[in-house]
């Protein structure tokens, strides 16, 4: 291919080296790759920003059925998810952190969804008619767990389904933060998930004399992860017909988010117009 002008979401030099190594190799024998990895990914994060159909992808990147072929083989070979974990245990260590968190907040997100079909079902809390995310991140805002549902799918029942891992996993986790939604019986079944590594949910609820706004300990962090989903148009709803592929987008988003941590673009400063007469001068 041609070199084309870069869009914002595509990687720099040192983001893809990141990653280059992550993606699944071209296999041998056939015809020769016409399309570089590097090409096929940076036209998959432009989808997920952009969050045009797969046929509107430009036309000076791969063509959308190769793109598309890409982004659902890596999704059903777990490939994707493989990505995620190892990319978010360096972004831990980068910030001095365990690779694994002793600590995390839980919460659910509830988006529409389109005529595409599929599994859906109305938030009466939130009314909303479509999906909901259950999300459990850790201090970093980091997604460890993740489960979409239909909307009708409450908090807790959907919380027993993401956190019934914890019994034989994450053996570090021992205290996980959620709101006043999952309280009741949740509380002692998380608490029955390990005998001898105890996990506890805690409650974090908004003051009874506040009003508005109410900026919650340990609370704010999922909420500012979903802000970051809100970010990427294809994530503003849920277009997907598999529940399997919407939480595959959402893992797509966070390898982006976490490259760039890793490896963030280093940004000039401004000049002001006072320093460009100095410079004239």
Not at 221 to 239: A, C, P
Request: charge should be positive; aromatic fraction near 10%; proline fraction near 4%.
């Amino acid at each position: 291919m041609e070199k084309r002008q870069p869009y914002p979401t595509d990687l720099t030099e040192e983001q893809w080296n990141r990653v280059a190594t992550l993606i699944p190799a071209v296999k041998t024998g056939g015809r020769p790759a016409r399309y570089g990895r590097r090409e096929i990914v940076s036209a998959i994060f432009y989808q997920m920003r952009g969050g045009a159909a797969w046929r509107m992808l430009p036309h000076d990147m791969p063509p959308w059925r190769i793109t598309y072929h890409y982004f659902r083989l890596w999704r059903k070979d777990g490939s994707w998810e493989r990505i995620h974990d190892r990319l978010r245990g360096d972004v831990r260590e980068a910030a001095g952190r365990e690779r694994t968190p002793s600590a995390g907040c839980l919460d659910s997100q509830s988006v529409k969804t389109t005529d595409r079909g599929g599994v859906h079902g109305y938030d009466a809390g939130k009314k909303v008619n479509g999906r909901k995310r259950h999300v459990l991140v850790d201090t970093l805002g980091l997604v460890w767990l993740l489960a979409v549902t239909a909307a009708s799918v409450q908090d807790r029942d959907g919380a027993r389904t993401l956190l019934q891992v914890l019994a034989n996993r994450m053996k570090r986790r021992r205290v996980i933060w959620a709101d006043g939604g999952y309280a009741g019986a949740l509380v002692d079944w998380v608490r029955s998930l390990r005998k001898r590594d105890k996990v506890r949910l805690d409650l974090v609820n908004r003051s009874a004399h506040g009003k508005g706004f109410q900026r919650l300990p340990h609370r704010w962090i999922v909420e500012r992860t979903f802000g970051w989903f809100n970010r990427w148009r294809r994530l503003s709803k849920d277009y997907e017909y598999l529940t399997e592929t919407s939480e595959t987008t959402i893992r797509v988003v966070m390898i982006h988010l976490m490259t760039r941590r890793l490896a963030p673009v280093k940004r000039q400063a401004k000049r002001t117009r006072k320093q460009a007469r100095m410079r004239a001068f």
